[in-house]
């Protein structure tokens, strides 16, 4: 049996001399690795339990920690010529990163704690910084941030009228003018008159301001409703330069058609003589009421 030495330990090639030579990596400094304790013992699949200069804990098998041409880390084997491993810089950036956030979050307190500063757009202007990051920091280290702009907000007045929405106050409706008691953001006494000024405003700026500047009469063919010829006549805002080909929801584009004239036309256009002839009318029209030419109508 050949006997020879290995880490100082005399082999003869037993099961126990094996294990031996294991255990000697045991508190050991190598590469940028210590090795804290031996996991398991299976060659030739040995492995040992290390911890990194970085502080990453991780486990090693043992031919790496063998490797005298490397230096194992965390996140590999580097060369020899190599000082500073990745992981560590990556540990140190993280230090720095965390110190940075750290005197952010002091600047943006400090900012808080203002007196005149009440509302976070005004915080965020004094910062010079973006929103999500200026919260961020703050609720990381300054988790409690949000309840002093609140006690502040309280204490300067601002939040005085949504305490008094709950009184009531006395109020004159838009629509009939009688004097009632409500909350401030009322401005109908009931839902009566609502609805009446909302059908009085349809009617003053919708479909019907054209049939009512056209006396409900079809300007293509002169049926009205009420007469013989159509007693209940649909009638419906007719574009005269169609809408599909360019033409706009305008006072000055709008005419008053009965359901079978409008159906006839469809997206047809007009000889150049009717067009003139019904635009001229319709700009009469629109002067004697008072209507703008180009004014948006709803349909």
Excluded at 63 to 75: E, R, S
Aim: hydrophobic content about 30%.
């Amino acid at each position: 049996m050949k006997i020879g030495m290995k880490n100082g330990i005399k082999l003869d090639g037993t099961f126990s001399e094996k294990r031996k030579i294991a255990e000697s990596f045991v508190d050991k400094k190598i590469g940028f690795l210590t090795v804290i304790s031996l996991k398991n013992y299976s060659p030739p699949n040995t492995t040992y339990n290390c911890k990194c200069d970085c502080g990453k804990r991780i486990i090693k098998p043992m031919h790496i920690l063998k490797n005298k041409n490397k230096k194992p880390t965390c996140g590999g084997s580097v060369s020899i010529l190599t000082e500073i491993p990745k992981c560590i810089e990556g540990q140190k950036y993280k230090k720095n990163r965390e110190l940075n956030e750290k005197l952010d979050a002091e600047f943006f307190y400090e900012i808080i704690n203002k007196e005149n500063l009440w509302t976070l757009e005004e915080a965020y202007k004094l910062s010079g910084s973006g929103a999500d990051h200026f919260k961020r920091m703050l609720d990381i280290y300054y988790p409690h941030w949000r309840g002093i702009l609140l006690v502040k907000k309280k204490n300067s007045g601002i939040y005085k009228r949504a305490y008094d929405a709950s009184k009531k106050y006395i109020k004159k409706c838009k629509y009939c003018k009688k004097s009632f008691k409500a909350q401030e953001q009322k401005i109908y006494c009931n839902d009566q008159c609502y609805e009446l000024h909302r059908l009085e405003n349809e009617y003053t700026r919708g479909r019907f301001l054209i049939f009512n500047r056209d006396s409900f009469t079809c300007i293509y063919c002169g049926c009205f409703s009420g007469s013989s010829v159509g007693p209940c006549v649909e009638f419906h805002c007719d574009h005269i330069y169609p809408r599909n080909k360019g033409g706009k929801d305008t006072a000055d584009n709008l005419v008053t058609s009965c359901h079978k004239c409008n159906l006839q036309k469809l997206d047809f256009l007009l000889n150049y003589e009717s067009f003139q002839k019904i635009k001229n009318e319709v700009y009469k029209r629109n002067i004697k009421n008072n209507i703008h030419q180009k004014m948006l109508i709803k349909i």
